[in-house]
């Protein structure tokens, strides 16, 4: 089993891959392999509504992430998707990516469980991470969810790493995608995760 983790922001190591990578870590301890793809920092295009996907079985833009993305989702078996905030919406980019990719490729996410992950420095992730994952419910996908809404925070590099509740908010999405994998792939029960004691973090001090 794999699950494909895009980091929608274009600093490769910044918090949204920290992130991400939690997430991942978790999972394979777990027993679940991971994978993470960055957007990058390449222009996107943005969906013109052409149609001539359903005539290629591709978009017809092939000079950027989407198509090999597709590629990756249909050896995945299921989907996270992170992003950092900007003005209460995600990274136009990954939104742009992701509109093709549904649009294009919709059979190759049917049915898969997936999440969304917000970054923020303060406010907006509620938001940011709604708009992210109204897509996956467009197509019969299980939202996997934690503890906690998916939301880290941090703005300088590296600095989500101080977000205790927001790590552990990661690991426990970990936990419960590898669980809802186990359980569709087997023929027996899979035993509920564990849960870490939770490790409240205020920003008020």
Same mark, same amino acid.
């Given at each position: 089993?794999?699950?494909?983790?895009? %980091?929608? @922001?274009?600093?490769?190591? $910044? %918090? =949204?891959? *920290? #992130?991400?990578?939690?997430? $991942?870590?978790?999972?394979?301890? %777990?027993?679940?392999?991971?994978? *993470?793809?960055?957007? $990058?920092?390449?222009?996107?295009?943005?969906? *013109?509504?052409?149609?001539?996907? /359903?005539?290629?079985?591709?978009?017809?833009?092939?000079?950027?992430?989407?198509?090999?993305?597709?590629?990756?989702?249909?050896? @995945?078996?299921? *989907?996270?998707?992170?992003?950092? =905030?900007?003005?209460?919406?995600?990274? +136009?980019?990954?939104?742009?990516?992701?509109? /093709?990719?549904?649009?294009?490729?919709?059979?190759?996410?049917?049915?898969?469980?997936?999440? +969304?992950?917000?970054?923020? /420095? /303060?406010?907006? #992730?509620?938001?940011?991470?709604?708009?992210?994952?109204?897509?996956?419910?467009?197509?019969?996908?299980?939202?996997?969810?934690?503890?906690?809404?998916?939301?880290?925070?941090?703005?300088?590099?590296?600095?989500?790493?101080?977000?205790?509740?927001?790590?552990?908010?990661? !690991?426990?999405?970990? !936990?419960?995608?590898?669980?809802?994998?186990?359980?569709?792939?087997?023929?027996?029960?899979?035993?509920?995760?564990?849960?870490?004691?939770?490790?409240?973090?205020?920003?008020?001090?």
């Amino acid at each position: 089993m794999k699950v494909l983790l895009i %980091n929608g @922001s274009a600093r490769a190591n $910044g %918090n =949204t891959h *920290i #992130a991400l990578e939690e997430v $991942g870590k978790t999972l394979k301890e %777990n027993g679940v392999d991971y994978e *993470i793809v960055g957007i $990058g920092t390449k222009p996107v295009h943005g969906c *013109i509504a052409c149609g001539r996907c /359903r005539e290629l079985g591709h978009c017809v833009f092939d000079d950027d992430l989407c198509n090999r993305l597709a590629e990756k989702l249909a050896e @995945s078996d299921a *989907i996270v998707v992170g992003t950092p =905030t900007f003005y209460g919406q995600p990274n +136009g980019a990954l939104l742009a990516l992701m509109q /093709r990719l549904f649009y294009s490729q919709s059979h190759l996410a049917m049915h898969k469980p997936a999440a +969304g992950i917000a970054v923020c /420095r /303060r406010g907006g #992730a509620t938001a940011a991470l709604q708009s992210l994952t109204m897509m996956f419910q467009l197509q019969h996908m299980p939202m996997v969810t934690s503890q906690y809404w998916n939301i880290v925070y941090g703005r300088a590099e590296g600095e989500a790493t101080l977000d205790s509740e927001g790590m552990q908010t990661m !690991r426990a999405l970990g !936990r419960n995608i590898a669980f809802l994998l186990k359980s569709i792939h087997s023929q027996e029960p899979v035993p509920y995760p564990e849960s870490e004691e939770w490790e409240p973090m205020h920003f008020i001090r």
